[in-house]
Structure formats: structure tokens, C-alpha cells
């Protein structure tokens, strides 16, 4: 891809965002440099494809694209393809379309959670409507099958089951536990996953596309399914013990809307649990005032402190895996960012 004339200083402002996302930490300056100017490249391969002469569907598509966002999974592409030497146009090909994927996951979870906002700005549902959004999430997915269609047909095969975990994790949080399922294996099962499984496939697109030996593929396949897995138990605790103002948005938001994530289904396991908390627990608050009073007894029950050690131990999980990758400052950042998830929850 040509050089722009405007490259270096949006490169200096892209690698400051890489500095700050996601508890990244990277000292070689010429990783950094790489790093962000794949995700230039990243950038314009997705308002490209997202492109369309339809106004409707431009404007709905352009949406949470343009709003921006951490850009973790097609930064992990980029990083994975670190321990390999192959095409490195595929690799941002592939990181653009993980990215897609989970913009259309977004669109189609703010209509079942009926969300308002997204990155600050009206959610695409809000602004237009349902079937907008549903729609639009379609017209990503496809475009992203589009993009690794050209990567050949393992890819294709990858993304297509991707896809089906995807759907599959969804689908088995809206049922809920069997009656014969552990509720807490169950949550961990699903959030592996609906986020694990694509931070696994750009792991491995990384891997693949840059001819990195199959040893390093599978462990960067496994060390982004269990690091996509810790991130959302980190952001389970986070919603409930971090205050407001850190948060950027209101406390209890899975309170608000009737989720048991892991601290809550540890509190509701314990030998005798606390009464009140089991009575808020059984749906949906839509009260600010109840809505504290659960957050005070989540905060007091032994729920936390349990889910803390799980992250703890998913966090060292994932060191393990990136054990068998050969020492490099690309190693070095995959561990920053397993380091990052337990500091943020202390």
C-alpha cells in the first residue's frame, strides 16, 4: 500500500493509541512503528469495504467504524503475524476482517440489549432502528467473508467457524444452564465463545498468513481464547468495583440488564447466600437505588474475591501458552497484556 503524505504524524498519533490501548506495553520503538502503520492500513481496508453507493447502508456501515475504538483483535493479527515472515498484506486483509466481524457482532448486540449508545455516540439501533442495525451487522459479515475468501480456503473454512461459535455462544446465554449444567462452567463456556473464539481466529490469521511454524499457530490460537476469556471476566469485576467515573459509564450495567456474570453466579454458589442479594439477582433492575444496594452486597459477598482468582489463573494460562514462542519484544507484549488484565481489577 503507497506511502500517505500525512503517514508520519498520524503514525505518531496511532502508535500514542497503541501505548494507551488496552494495557499494551512496548518498548521497541520498531515494533511500535509496525504495529501502527498496519493498523493504517487496517483503517483504510475497512472504510474501503464498508463503502457503498446505497446512502442508507453507507451511513449505518460508516458508523462504528468512524467512532473508533481499541482496535484489539486486528492489533493481535498484527502482532501474531510478528513470529512469522510471510504475506503481509494477507495479514492486514485478515486483521480487517476479524475487525469486522466483531463490528457486526456489536450491531447485532445492541439490539437484543437494546442499547442507546455505543463508543459515545447513539447506537445504529437508536439512531435508525432494529432493523437497521440487524441488517447492517449482515452487510459487515458479509464483507467480511468477502475479505478472507481471497485468503484461500482454510481461511475461509476458519472464519466460517468462527462464525458458528460466535452463534453458538450467543444463542446459549440467551437459554441459560440446563438444569443438569453447572451455571459457573456454563458462563465460562459461553464467554469463551462469544470473545475468545475471535481473538483465537486473529491469533492464528496472524500465524497462518505470515508462514509462522504450526507450534506458534496453535499456541497463539490458544493464548487468544483464553486471553478474549479473561478480558470479559476482567470486565465482569470492573463493572462492579470500579467506580463510575473510572468506568466512563454507569456501574451495574449487567445488573441493569439481567446478566449473571461470574462474581454474581460465585456469590449466588456459596454454601448460604445472602438472601437479599439472591432476591435482586433474579432479574433485571431498573432502580439506581437497587441497583446499589446489589453492588454493596456483591462487593461484601466472596463472589469477587473468587473471580479475581479465576482471571488470575486465565492470566496464567495464557503466560503458559506464549511459553513455547521464542523470546522477542512481539512475546513481550502478548505477556503486558495478560499482566494488564489482573492490574486493572486490583
Known amino acids: 500500500m503507497p506511502e500517505r503524505a500525512d503517514d508520519v504524524s498520524v503514525r ?10 488496552v494495557g499494551l506495553q512496548i518498548a521497541d520503538e520498531e515494533l511500535l512503528r509496525t504495529l501502527a502503520k498496519g493498523l493504517l492500513d487496517v ?7 464498508v463503502r457503498s453507493d446505497v446512502q442508507a447502508v453507507n451511513e449505518a456501515a460508516r458508523h462504528l467504524v468512524e467512532a473508533g475504538g481499541k482496535r484489539f483483535r486486528p492489533m493481535f493479527t498484527l502482532l501474531a503475524s510478528q513470529f512469522g515472515s510471510g504475506d503481509r498484506q494477507g495479514v492486514v486483509t485478515a486483521a480487517a476482517a476479524v475487525e469486522l466481524v466483531h463490528l457486526a457482532t456489536l450491531y447485532h448486540d445492541d ?3 437494546e442499547a442507546t449508545m455505543r463508543r459515545g455516540a447513539p447506537s445504529v439501533n ?3 432502528d432494529n432493523t437497521i442495525a440487524i441488517l447492517t ?3 459487515l459479515f458479509a464483507h467480511a467473508s468477502r475479505l478472507v475468501a481471497d485468503l484461500g480456503t482454510d481461511a475461509a473454512r476458519i472464519i466460517a467457524e468462527t462464525f458458528g461459535e460466535l452463534v453458538t455462544g450467543q444463542m446459549r446465554e440467551t437459554v441459560g444452564p440446563g438444569p443438569d449444567e453447572d451455571a459457573v462452567e456454563h458462563y465460562l463456556s459461553v464467554i469463551s465463545q462469544k470473545t475468545g473464539s475471535l481473538i483465537a481466529t486473529a491469533g492464528r490469521f496472524g500465524g497462518m498468513l505470515s508462514d509462522a511454524p504450526d507450534a506458534y499457530i496453535d499456541s497463539l490460537r490458544r493464548f487468544g481464547e483464553i486471553i478474549g476469556t479473561a478480558f470479559q471476566i476482567s470486565d465482569d469485576i470492573i463493572d462492579i468495583d470500579s467506580p463510575s467515573h473510572e468506568l466512563g459509564k454507569s456501574q451495574g450495567t449487567d445488573l441493569r440488564e439481567g446478566v449473571r456474570t461470574l462474581p454474581m453466579l460465585y456469590a449466588l454458589a456459596e454454601d448460604k447466600p445472602q438472601p437479599r442479594l439472591v432476591e435482586l439477582l433474579d432479574g433485571p433492575l ?8 446489589a453492588l454493596v452486597l456483591l462487593r461484601d459477598s466472596r463472589g469477587l474475591e473468587r473471580a479475581r482468582v479465576t482471571l488470575s489463573d486465565y492470566a496464567q494460562r495464557a503466560r503458559t501458552e506464549l511459553s513455547s514462542l521464542p523470546p522477542s519484544p512481539a512475546r513481550d507484549a502478548c505477556e503486558s497484556v495478560a499482566d494488564y488484565l489482573v492490574a486493572r481489577t486490583r
Open 12 to 21: 505518531d498519533g496511532a502508535i500514542d493509541d497503541l501505548r494507551a490501548a
Open 43 to 49: 483503517e483504510d481496508v475497512l472504510r474501503q469495504v
Open 111 to 113: 439490539v437484543m440489549d
Open 126 to 128: 437508536a439512531r435508525w
Open 137 to 139: 451487522g449482515d452487510f
Open 286 to 293: 431498573t432502580d439506581d437505588v437497587l441497583v446499589e444496594e
